[in-house]
């Protein structure tokens, strides 16, 4: 099949899907407005306007458009609905394969009237619909009225045997880079820097945990930061006396970078307010961390509280004071609890190895159904 992928080519995740079907003997093209290079793939980068921001999803269109008619490709598969997914839905061409990350659906929906028609109108033109779990795929159904025919719902999986290996070396050298004692406990945020991950509470909770656990450090990352709040962010660490034992990445990683981080730290921290599956959280429940989660459902879906992480309301600093303070007092022993269960989980049902080939099955539905 000749694959045209419709997405930011610089993501772990559009990079990875781009070098699998690649590797599956598929002719794959990106058309991107992040300029990067993937092996295997022809990456069309669409450079936008400066001082336009988002208003370049739109006066590309027609650029877009006449490219993809040289591509001329057998299926389109556009990744993130409310941007790359409605450029893919103007192009006039089918079959389109739309698929659902999670804020995109969750959360800028309810931002704007028009974007909520701009999600609603890339949903109802899409030929089949990916989900990554049957709340999303729900979702889907109950809040844009999408038939459960047009949806497929299968789990994207993480690359376990990435994962598996043996990071020790690198991850003590990782430590010393970021100045943290090799005895000391490490939280580490496996989400974006942004309201809706609930970082800044990370931060509120940190003065309760280090009255208790003086050595203990926070790790957060950038991602797909939020304009100013990286600077608030900081600020309230400094303000709350924290900040000596906060780390802030200011990039984004590879996989390769996040199972290492992974392999440094102890906790992980995946509390948003709403979210579709979080792949990184399956990541660090297989690199052995324990788990600390918001109560939402898909969180639900993976993590049981008490019997293989810890569920705390979203938006309350307190709580996730209280559970830290819990894990911490008694690390090793949540360890011996949790991390072999949590691994026989993933490898059961999130393996990237045997979920990845569902995906040209998905193209070749959509392409029967034309």
């Avoid at 930011?8 to 002719?27: D, M, T």
């Avoid at 090793?332 to 393996?351: C, I, M, R, T, Y």
Wanted: net charge positive; aromatic share 8%; proline share 6%.
């Amino acid at each position: 099949m000749k694959v045209c992928l419709f997405g930011r080519a610089s993501s772990p995740f559009v990079i990875r899907w781009a070098e699998f079907l690649s590797g599956q003997g598929h002719e794959v093209h990106v058309i991107s407005f992040a300029d990067a290079s993937i092996p295997g793939a022809t990456v069309h980068y669409i450079k936008p306007l400066p001082f336009l921001g988002k208003l370049n999803y739109f006066l590309k269109i027609p650029k877009i458009r006449g490219l993809v008619r040289r591509i001329a490709p057998d299926v389109i598969n556009a990744h993130y609905i409310s941007s790359y997914g409605y450029i893919a839905a103007k192009m006039g061409f089918r079959p389109v394969v739309q698929s659902v990350w999670g804020s995109d659906v969750f959360v800028t929906p309810h931002q704007l009237g028009a974007l909520r028609r701009i999600v609603q109108y890339t949903l109802d033109t899409a030929d089949v619909i990916t989900s990554e779990c049957p709340t999303t795929s729900e979702y889907l159904e109950r809040t844009f009225s999408i038939p459960p025919s047009k949806i497929e719902t299968f789990a994207w999986g993480i690359q376990t045997n990435l994962f598996l290996q043996d990071h020790t070396g690198a991850a003590a050298r990782l430590r010393r880079e970021l100045d943290i004692p090799e005895s000391a406990p490490v939280v580490m945020s496996v989400r974006s820097t942004a309201a809706i991950y609930g970082t800044l509470e990370m931060v509120e909770a940190m003065p309760a945990v280090l009255k208790r656990h003086p050595n203990a450090h926070l790790l957060l990352f950038s991602g797909n930061v939020e304009p100013d709040y990286r600077d608030r962010l900081l600020k309230k660490a400094e303000e709350l006396g924290v900040k000596h034992r906060v780390r802030y990445v200011d990039r984004h990683l590879s996989h390769l970078e996040m199972a290492v981080f992974m392999k440094a730290s102890d906790i992980q921290l995946s509390i948003p307010s709403s979210d579709s599956a979080s792949t990184a959280l399956l990541e660090g429940m297989l690199c052995g961390l324990v788990s600390v989660v918001s109560d939402i459902p898909t969180n639900r879906e993976v993590v049981r509280n008490g019997e293989n992480g810890f569920v705390i309301p979203y938006e309350n600093s307190q709580a996730l004071g209280e559970v830290l303070i819990k894990i911490l007092d008694d690390l090793p022993g949540w360890k011996s609890k949790f991390v072999q269960k949590n691994k026989e989980f993933v490898l059961a049902h999130h393996d990237w190895n045997k979920l990845a080939p569902l995906m040209p099955q998905v193209y070749q539905k959509a392409i029967r159904g034309l």
